[in-house]
């Protein structure tokens, strides 16, 4: 679904500088789409990049994300 689960803005922070850093487009995408709620259509056109590449590129970063990221406690 999409959904990350973070303790702290500083817990996220780093990690996106880190995603930035590794993966600067991924980074881009998962912004664009969510920090600014812009639609992958636009992003690819945006980053001169496909629809398809966008999905993708945004699929990697979450799945990067939720891979650095603490586990939620249940």
Known sequence: DGVIQ???ADEL???LLE???SSPR???VLLL???CGIGLARVGELL???ERTAQRD???AR???ASKLPKPQK
């Open 6 to 8: 973070v303790s702290s």
């Open 13 to 15: 922070r780093e990690a």
């Open 19 to 21: 995603l930035s850093e």
């Open 26 to 28: 991924a980074a881009d």
């Open 33 to 35: 789409h969510h920090a």
């Open 48 to 50: 001169s990049i496909s």
């Open 58 to 60: 945004l699929d990697f």
């Open 63 to 65: 799945r990067w994300l």
